[in-house]
């Protein structure tokens, strides 16, 4: 019996235009099942979504770098991971020098940052309804009471991109942890934050075994939440090699595929 449902949110259990469909809110409430979503997004883009499916389990931002739990209109921070601000220094650095058409921002508890409004800040708020805020990212990292859970780089070239996420792994010196969520996203976290280690809190918390969890995901950066619970379902539009880490195929975002695993798989009898 499945105890607890773990999901990733962009080309998993949002549609292609960043919304939930009716259908997955609905099934996901009839299930019956908690229901945690892990992301890559911050909190404050997760809300919108978490108030849909009326959650009250903690919930997993910034690939596992925050864990926290929304109560009525307030955040209950559970534990948090931030990038040591010297490697967002050599980051940032990186980007300028060698990859200037490359879009760079950053996110703290509650704030988006630019330094400017290029093609990916334009992509990025308008899929995800937010509102950036224009600063000056040397003097935000000049004050210590800076915290930066997520950097956020935004390629459209598919070559390019390839050239960026060798060259950010190459950078790593154990200092941060680098995913590529889709086709045009890399995320960098800290090394600290996993989606596994979100749900492994969880998993403690709630003392479950790991046949009574699954999980939902399209992306890279979810091939450590899958191994970390029994049942796996990967969505048919996942990238290049995530369907190797499932145990079941769904549907794809733009169909509902959530949903559909949720009836097909988890609860074939209802």
């Known amino acids: 019996m499945i105890k ?8 998993t259990l949002l549609q292609s235009n960043c919304r939930i ?20 997004r911050s909190p404050m883009e997760m809300t919108d979504v978490i108030d849909k499916l009326e959650l009250t389990e903690p919930q997993i931002a910034f690939n596992g770098g925050l864990i926290f739990q929304k109560i009525e209109n307030d955040l209950k921070i559970i534990k948090e991971d931030a990038i040591e601000n010297a490697s967002v ?10 990859f200037p058409k490359v879009s760079c921002s950053f996110y703290d508890l509650d704030k988006w940052y630019v330094e400017k409004i290029d093609r990916g800040v334009k992509y990025e708020a ?12 040397v003097s935000l990292l000049k004050q210590e ?6 950097i956020m780089l935004i390629c459209f070239d598919k070559d390019e991109m390839k050239t960026l996420v060798e060259r ?15 086709a045009e996203y890399l995320e960098i976290t800290s090394p600290l934050a996993q989606k596994s280690r979100g749900i492994r809190y969880i998993q403690k918390l709630e003392n479950l075994e790991k046949l009574e969890m ?7 950066n979810d091939l450590s939440m899958f191994e970390t619970v029994g049942t796996p379902i990967v969505m048919d539009n ?7 880490y499932g145990k079941h195929i769904t549907k794809d975002n733009n169909h509902d595929g959530v949903a559909f695993g949720i009836k097909e798989y988890l609860k074939p009898n209802q």
């Open 4 to 11: 607890h449902i773990f999901s990733d949110m962009d080309g």
């Open 238 to 244: 996942a990238l290049p090699g995530v369907k190797d």
């Open 145 to 150: 009471s800076t915290k930066i859970y997520k």
């Open 214 to 220: 699954a999980a939902f995901g399209d992306g890279y």
């Open 168 to 182: 950010m792994e190459q950078l790593n010196k154990g200092d941060m942890s680098v995913n590529q969520s889709s």
């Open 21 to 40: 469909s009716e259908t997955n809110v609905n099934v996901i409430k009839e299930s019956d099942i908690p229901f945690t979503l892990v992301s890559a």
């Open 89 to 98: 220094k050599k980051i940032l650095a990186e980007v300028k020098d060698s």
């Open 126 to 137: 308008e899929l995800g309804g937010q509102t950036p805020n224009l600063t000056n990212f």
